[in-house]
């Protein structure tokens, strides 16, 4: 699933690189190793939510709808990846189970749920600190991301 | 994967609140609706690590071995989920393709992992706030873990 937003990074630094070209699904595909079809849906999303435009026919293609220094990591991690994926049903409990004990069982779920989702938010949070600007920045200067990266907790 | 995680915390609150009497694993599978085998593998992993001592026999069964307080609920998300199981492989790139635009190929994926590397950290530095007195007090008084996890990132 993580591919998705792998597949959507590329497809816009890719697009940007091609500026003002007009690029297929095909070309696109062929500068991955990834299938048409699941390239396709990502172009689709995208293009739904006016990362990209479309041009139709012949000659048609794709091409960047915005900077990428407009493109928030964390909203395109969030379109390709969304936070229900990330912690559900990883818990136990709720079973019923008669007996002593079974209040563990009757509350971990929530409990457990509550700790993942804020987790979750935490991680997500991290990508909103980036634009796919800095992503192009660090594939051309790799180390850019761990020079930046902001300690998420203080120890 | 992380029921991993789940079925260890969901145990170790078992175990605590049995104390100091033996708990089978058949009662601890039988508390949640987890296969015995899971269960087994998992408290193998939690006696190896000293989290629980075992007494073999026909009366054996486990305990605790340490305090709620003293079980980092990070350490243990890192024991019963490795790192390598979160980010690996979800990457494009390095696809050797042949042609303008492969410079993003060849880089993306060193440039994804650190991303995802990082965001990984952070994700488990969350957990690290935490001991397993904490899950207790969530479980017996629920909105507790809201209450007191920290904000990951000032905005």
């Known amino acids: 699933m993580r591919l998705d937003f792998s597949v959507a990074a590329h497809s816009l630094l890719y697009l940007e690189q091609k500026k003002p070209r007009l690029v297929s699904s095909r070309e696109l595909a062929a500068s991955m190793t990834t299938n048409p079809v699941m390239i396709r849906n990502i172009l689709s999303v995208l293009h739904k939510q006016h990362y990209i435009r479309g041009v139709v026919g012949k000659n048609g293609g794709y091409q960047l709808d915005r900077e990428l220094a407009q493109i928030n990591i964390g909203d395109l991690y969030d379109l390709t990846i969304p936070p229900t994926l990330s912690y559900a049903r990883f818990t136990t409990g ?9 209040d563990i069982s009757r509350n971990i779920e929530e409990t457990l749920t ?10 997500r949070a991290f990508y909103h600190q980036f634009t796919m600007a800095d992503l192009k920045r660090d594939i051309e200067q790799h180390g850019y991301f761990k020079s930046i990266a902001q300690a998420p907790f203080s120890k």
């Open 114 to 123: 509550d700790l993942f989702t804020l987790a979750d938010e935490g991680y």
């Open 94 to 102: 709720n079973t019923g189970a008669v007996g002593e004990g079974n």
